[in-house]
Nanobody, 123 residues
């Protein structure tokens, strides 16, 4: 089992920045692909970014150049730095983990999920 706890969400004006954190406990953190997903009201959960065991990253086109995912294996933590935030980034952001060698973007592929943290971007 892996337990994931997100933090860092909040209310920010458009153009601002937030950094989300996801602390993991349980199994060996470095063995997992770590990802961020988000879900806006009335919409399906969508892939945002992921980082592999070796540090390779992948982003959805909508956040490329604005968001950066990183991981600190010594702290069992994955981060999502979000810059130049837009109103359409408003959603609940979820951290997820899966024991895969490659990055996958489908939510159904991920075994463990955090409880989510709300990000609200105002105009």
């Amino acid at each position: 089992q892996v337990q994931l706890v997100e933090s860092g969400g909040g209310l920010v004006q458009a153009g601002g920045s937030l950094r989300l954190s996801c602390a993991a406990s349980g199994r060996t953190f470095s063995n997992y692909v770590m990802a961020w997903f988000r879900q806006a009201p009335g919409k399906e959960r969508e892939f945002v970014a992921a980082i592999s065991r070796t540090g390779m990253t992948r982003y959805v086109d909508a956040v490329k150049g604005r968001f950066t995912i990183s991981r600190d294996n010594a702290k069992n933590t994955v981060y999502l730095q979000m810059n130049s935030l837009k109103r359409e980034d408003t959603a609940v952001y979820y951290c997820a983990a899966e024991s895969s060698l490659i990055i996958r973007t489908a939510p159904t592929m991920y075994d463990y999920w955090g409880q989510g943290t709300q990000v609200t971007v105002s105009s």
